[in-house]
């Protein structure tokens, strides 16, 4: 037992939270959501879920020790939070080959080629579905509808998701009223037992998950707010200048993947603004992106794309706006 | 109503195990070691030799330049020697070391205990008073007081603040003299106001010290202009500008004073020793100190003369204990840890704190990942990430632009960081260089006029 | 269909060919004369980049030099005099004479020798734990072991030896840039001159301390004791602040300070090993008795 003191610079005490508690706070967060997905989907949210959180692990494994030679990370939690949220934005139904290839250049091109943690600019998982969409078209967008707890897998039925049924139903000339009929209720949106991916349907849950990270100051309120707050706005404006064409602000937020990103995806700790003022002006940014793409794109959802593109803007953002700092002199004009 | 500042600031646990333990005299060492420079400014100049006989508070050195304060000898002894000795910060420097032969004091000084009200000195006599005495501030920044209270032309003073917030963990020793000496600070206090000529004081004390809230609104009704102000717990309440911004919502600009905007501040410690130097003629030879500590046996507050070496104090709380991993001079946010005990006390010693080697390690490094919260805990709305990232990198440029030398050193950027990064260690040595260039820069252009 | 081709052949050839005038006129009119040997002189420049020249780069040490009256004081120290060579021929200029150079620490402060009398585990930079008083050790003098100096150096010639603690220099691979000596916050790696079969012989000490204390922190502490300076024959050796130097000018190599040393201070690298005589010495004094 040494008896030397100890001579390190102050401060010389610490506070609780460390990066692991903080993401294992997400994966709590989390669980609400996939409890849900369970529910709904049933083994085939299993699969792909337990799918993606092997091959993220697995992958940042590999590469750190064979690849980078650098000491090996995988019990910091992150490259389970990518796996999990990978795999929130992934239908029931998606052949294994395809989550371990979105994995890969989830952990491998969108992470570890920047340096690894902290270094990355663009959101690993965000990034993986991007590519998985535009790879294999078919089968990320045939959504399952919900079927309960089956052991279904890669044969569950498939049907359109809300989003997807107002965008073919515009372009054939229906109108808002018709197509409302066709969608699923308010409250089964809220619940969740309605098509679309694994961690996007069950709004409640992610709300569930949102509160849950803001007592635990995991997060703050600005991203998600600013998110959900600038889609209300914009899409009540287009509802209020064009009912028949554009639906109403509550559908656009219960449906597709805005709760999901706005809560989960876009305040992802490396890849979003530091700065409150920042967060803001990225948050209405996502939302204003992801309401252009799903009334004037070709896709029927946007969030993912709106946020890489704000992911973009981040290191800029960071560099220039600042909150006034105390005690700063403003100038006289 | 509570008050607080602002912006950012962190919740450590309080940790004052002493909170409720009475002060007592330490007894007189053997031999006590006094540095020449426990002041900001130039060291003081020593005026005695080695073989001299002195008396407990005659002058044993003299300040040098106007930013520098006197000091005086503790005790009454001879001298054995001035040399070179570690000190408290760390680094070497002279000290007056003396063996102590009794507890004989100057004449000049009333040893009486009762309460002078009646300031009879003018507002210039107990300015100079305070330079006489060494006063400097108690709360740990060791600021030489007749400086803060020489107003210098085209500046005024409107209100004088005392800092009794003690927002640390585990030191109380502002605690307790609040609670046991309250008159004695209240009359420091009208003094102070006397020599600013300023006719108001407001008393800022954080709302884990009820008692002492309690207690000096109580006495304070018997003084002219002198209110309570209780505080909502938050580190650093007790750093000036932010209690400045609590109290009365102003804000120091960058690179300027408080009294830019009208006020001085002074520790409750301060107002104490004000009291005895000008009312009892006692210069600054003692103060109260808090031993604490988790594992140590009998934690408690001593007053101390200026010289005794930790151990005794160690020695005083039941004796160290086996698992003590670090000493700590001062607090636990802001304190330097210190090397061996024997290193003195000195006029800004607040507490020694001793940690168990268990909670004295720092937990390993992981890469930042940009979670923010350092820059929500800055109570000065600095970019911590950014200055640790630019001093790293030799960028000193860019940091003296983000304002580096705004930072107060406070430590909740580090306390806070869930990947344990030493953002404080790289802010330190930033500001450091930034302060050298811009000196030099300075140096320069005054040379090219 | 056949109407197209033709088409988009002439209105591409011909927005090329507009292009191409336009960027011709442009580039006349915004010519900036450049000396062309800047050019040849950075061709025969080591590219490294690393600043040891003293200036911001291999081009701007190439401008400098086609600038330069005389090439004295202007030096490569990667490319040595070789480079130094070439670069004089072709500007017609003298070569300077340059005495290559390498990278020493000047300390020898092992844990063996200098044992810890703390222990510091902020962060790992001699910069700041330079600023944090005595580092680990009693001596405020020594190497800090953070490892400030194997970062800087780009040409991979240092790495710390966890052992010793003390940065190790890959004398083959050191340039001399002078990286690493700019990097030390306590100053105490030095560029001595190479001699050949790289031997070297050093006073591995930087203590300023009077002998006493100087001892007390560290067992091969330089004492200022003089013995050295006494022994040595050629006037190498100076005592200044309580420490001893070797001027590698004068330094003949003889080793008799290395042998004189009372605590090992000195250094001596490279050499065959000696003949022993401490065999006599042993029998004379046994004869004695």
């Avoid at chain 1, 078209?137 to 052991?151: D, H, K, N, R």
């Avoid at chain 1, 009912?243 to 809560?263: Q, T």
């Avoid at chain 3, 006349?28 to 780069?57: H, S, T, W, Y």
Wanted: glycine letters at 8%; charged letters at 20%.
């Amino acid at each position: 037992m040494s008896n030397l003191l100890n001579i390190s610079p102050s401060p010389h005490t610490h506070g609780k939270e460390t990066t692991r508690k903080l993401m294992f706070g997400v994966v709590i967060a989390l669980m609400p959501a996939l409890a849900a997905s369970v529910l709904y989907f049933g083994m085939g949210a299993v699969i792909v879920t337990a799918t993606s959180i092997i091959s993220c692990i697995l992958f940042e494994f590999l590469i750190q020790k064979y690849v980078l030679k650098k000491p090996v990370s995988i019990t910091d939690g992150s490259a389970l939070v990518t796996g999990l949220l990978l795999a929130f934005n992934l239908p029931s139904n998606i052949p294994v080959f395809i989550i371990i290839l979105g994995s890969l250049v989830a952990i491998g091109i969108a992470k570890m080629t920047f340096g690894g943690l902290g270094n990355n600019p663009f959101n690993p998982a965000l990034v993986g579905r991007v590519f998985m969409l535009i790879s294999f078209p078919v089968q990320m967008t045939s959504w399952p509808i919900p079927a309960g707890l089956s052991t279904g897998y890669t044969d569950a039925i498939t049907g359109a998701t809300p989003l997807a049924i107002i965008k073919e139903g515009l372009k054939n000339g229906e109108s808002i009223s018709q197509l409302m009929e066709k969608v699923p209720t308010t409250m089964q949106m809220f619940l969740g037992k309605i098509g679309g991916s694994i961690g996007e349907v069950a709004a409640i849950a992610l709300l569930i998950g949102f509160a849950y990270m803001l007592i635990r100051k995991i997060i703050t309120w600005h991203i998600p707010v600013s998110v959900i707050g600038s889609i209300a706005i914009f899409t009540t404006i287009l509802w209020l200048v064009n009912p028949e064409k554009n639906a109403d602000p509550m559908f656009h937020i219960l449906a597709g993947g805005v709760l999901l990103g706005a809560i989960f995806m876009a305040t992802d700790y490396v890849t979003s603004p530091m700065n409150p003022k920042s967060m803001l002006i990225y948050g209405c940014g996502i939302g204003v992106l992801t309401v252009i793409i799903r009334v004037w794109g070709a896709y029927p959802e946007g969030v993912s794309f709106a946020i890489l593109i704000m992911n973009a803007f981040v290191p800029l953002m960071n560099k220039y706006i600042k909150t006034k700092r105390f005690g700063e002199e403003v100038k006289n004009g | 109503m509570l008050k607080t500042f602002p912006v950012g600031g962190i919740h450590p646990p309080d940790e004052k195990l002493t909170a409720k333990t009475a002060v007592k005299y330490l007894p007189i060492p053997e031999t006590v070691t006094i540095p020449v420079s426990q002041h900001i400014g130039s060291p003081a100049e020593t005026i005695v030799n080695k073989g001299d006989y002195v008396k407990t508070g005659q002058v044993i050195a003299t300040s040098k330049g106007f930013v520098s304060s006197n000091i005086h000898s503790s005790v009454s002894g001879k001298i054995n020697k001035i040399d070179t000795v570690v000190d408290t910060t760390g680094y070497k420097q002279t000290a007056v070391i003396i063996d102590v032969e009794g507890d004989e004091w100057i004449e000049t000084i009333d040893r009486s205990d009762d309460l002078v009200t009646e300031i009879k000195l003018s507002a210039e006599e107990i300015t100079k008073r305070c330079l006489e005495s060494g006063i400097v501030g108690m709360g740990g920044a060791t600021f030489p007081s007749h400086v803060k209270l020489t107003i210098p032309s085209g500046k005024k003073c409107e209100l004088l603040i005392i800092n009794g917030v003690e927002c640390e963990p585990f030191l109380t020793s502002d605690h307790r003299l609040m609670l046991e000496k309250g008159d004695q600070i209240l009359v420091g206090i009208s003094i102070l106001m006397k020599a600013l000529k300023v006719e108001k004081a407001i008393i800022g004390i954080e709302n884990n010290k009820i008692d002492a809230i309690e207690h000096l609104t109580e006495l304070a009704t018997k003084f002219k202009g002198i209110t309570i102000q209780a505080l909502k717990v938050k580190y650093p309440q007790g750093g000036e500008k932010q209690l400045i911004k609590a109290l009365i919502n102003r804000e120091v600009p960058s690179g300027h004073l408080p009294l830019d905007v009208g006020v001085v501040v002074h520790n409750v410690g301060t107002a104490y020793a004000v009291y005895e130097a000008v009312q009892k003629n006692k210069p600054l030879f003692e103060r109260v100190v808090t031993i604490t500590g988790k594992s140590v046996a009998q934690p408690g507050n001593y007053f101390v003369r200026i010289g005794t070496s930790i151990k005794k104090l160690i020695e005083a709380a039941g004796g160290m204990p086996d698992d003590t991993g670090k000493i700590i001079s001062g607090g636990p946010m802001m304190g330097k840890a210190v090397s061996n005990i024997d290193v003195p006390v000195v006029k800004g010693t607040s507490g020694i704190i001793l940690f168990p080697s268990g909670e004295s390690e720092r937990s390993e490094l992981s890469p930042c990942v940009r979670c923010g919260k350092c820059i929500s805990v800055c109570c000065l709305n600095l970019e911590p990430y950014l200055l640790m990232t630019l001093s790293e990198k030799g960028l000193f440029e860019r940091a003296e632009e983000e304002k580096i030398t705004d930072c107060l050193e406070c430590g909740s950027c580090s306390y806070t960081c869930p990947a344990y990064r030493p953002i404080l260690d790289y802010i330190r040595l930033g500001k450091s260089q930034v302060i050298k260039i811009a000196r030099e820069r300075n140096m320069k252009s005054n040379a090219a006029k | 269909m056949s109407s197209t081709l033709p088409i988009t052949i002439i209105s591409l050839s011909l927005l090329a060919f507009v292009s191409a005038v336009i960027l011709y006129f442009v580039a006349q009119k915004f010519k900036v004369f450049e000396d062309p040997r800047i050019d040849e002189i950075q061709a025969v420049l080591p590219a490294a980049n690393c600043g040891g020249c003293g200036f911001a780069g291999c081009r701007n040490f190439a401008e400098a030099l086609v600038g330069a009256n005389t090439l004295e004081g202007l030096s490569c120290p990667v490319g040595g005099s070789e480079v130094m060579g070439l670069v004089a021929k072709m500007l017609g200029k003298e070569a300077p004479l340059v005495d290559p150079l390498v990278a020493v620490l000047l300390c020898n402060g092992t844990p063996e020798f200098r044992p810890h009398t703390s222990i510091y585990d902020g962060a790992s930079d001699c910069r700041i734990s330079n600023n944090l008083y005595m580092g680990e050790t009693d001596c405020s003098y020594g190497c800090l072991g953070n490892g400030d100096c194997v970062r800087a150096c780009i040409f991979d010639a240092m790495y710390m030896d966890n052992l010793t603690e003390l940065p190790v220099i890959i004398d083959d691979k050191c340039v001399a840039c002078g990286a690493c000596v700019r990097a030390c916050p306590r100053n105490i790696i030095e560029l001595r001159k190479k001699a050949k079969k790289d031997r070297k012989i050093y006073v591995a000490c930087s203590n300023c301390d009077k002998g006493a204390p100087a001892r007390r922190a560290c067992k091969v502490a330089c004492i200022a004791c003089n013995k050295c300076v006494k022994v040595c024959e050629f006037g190498a050796i100076v005592i200044e602040n309580n420490l001893a130097y070797i001027d590698a000018q004068k330094c003949t190599f003889c080793r008799k300070c290395v042998t004189e040393c009372p605590t090992n201070s000195i250094i001596e690298l490279n050499f065959p090993p000696r003949k022993p005589k401490a065999e006599v010495e042993v029998e004379v004094e046994t004869n004695k008795r």
